[in-house]
């Protein structure tokens, strides 16, 4: 399984935005220069992620970009299905486009489906603040420090 780049992107954003020193507000254009990724398409990003209450967005000449929530009560499973459109691993994943004869007796759709669960239920495990177990060194490869 692949994960799409703005998943990527998304959970990026919230670990450099987790990062920061304590009360320092992050910005899109210093995401964008540490990641190398536009500043465009990081407002979607943004957007998306404040709108799931994931970061706090703060307007104005002194604003930024914070975490809405405790890094221990963002849930990296819940941050990767909020950002991913769909899990369709195979054409018999997608009811609507699904044109392959043996779906009905096929088991690898199931078999698939199976390791899709277990990948998701993996990543429920951890929460944004098991990736911030090293934050010394992310703070250094972010040139923060």
């Known amino acids: 399984m692949r994960l799409k780049k703005y998943t990527d992107y998304a959970l990026r954003v919230m670990i450099y935005t987790a990062s920061k020193p304590d009360g320092e507000l992050a910005s899109k254009g210093e995401i964008s220069k540490v990641f190398h990724i536009s500043e465009n398409h990081l407002g979607k990003i943004v957007h998306q992620l404040n709108k799931l209450g994931m970061l706090e967005t703060i307007r104005g ?70 990736l911030l177990a090293n934050k010394d060194e992310l703070q250094v490869l972010m040139d923060m420090k």
Request: some cysteine; aromatic content about 10%; charged content about 25%.
């Open 61 to 130: 000449r002194s604003g930024g970009i914070k975490l809405a929530q405790a890094p221990k009560d963002i849930n990296i499973g819940f941050v990767v299905r909020a950002m991913e459109d769909d899990f369709h691993l195979l054409e018999c994943f997608d009811q609507d486009r699904n044109y392959c004869v043996i779906t009905p007796a096929c088991k690898l759709k199931h078999i698939l489906n199976d390791a899709l669960y277990a990948f998701l239920n993996v990543l429920d495990q951890y929460t944004l603040d098991d």
